[in-house]
């Protein structure tokens, strides 16, 4: 393993736990039947995670 491997297990980690995070709420909000709260989470979070990436490259882009 390289030295970085603790840190990009933790990353991962990280990114595993806030999905299932999120699947599980997404997944309850369904199942008490509140369909539009469910159907808002997803597409809030997918779209600000999208909107974040987009950011977050043109920034970089910009810098570099």
Sequence with gaps: PYAGSS???KLHSGGSTT?????LETVELLEQGRW???GGYILAS???CLA?????????W???
């Design 46 to 48: 997918v779209g600000l």
């Design 19 to 23: 999905l299932s995070t999120f699947s």
């Design 36 to 38: 539009a709260a469910g």
């Design 7 to 9: 840190v990009t297990h």
């Design 62 to 64: 910009k810098i570099l």
């Design 52 to 60: 974040g990436v987009l950011l977050g490259r043109a920034l970089v």
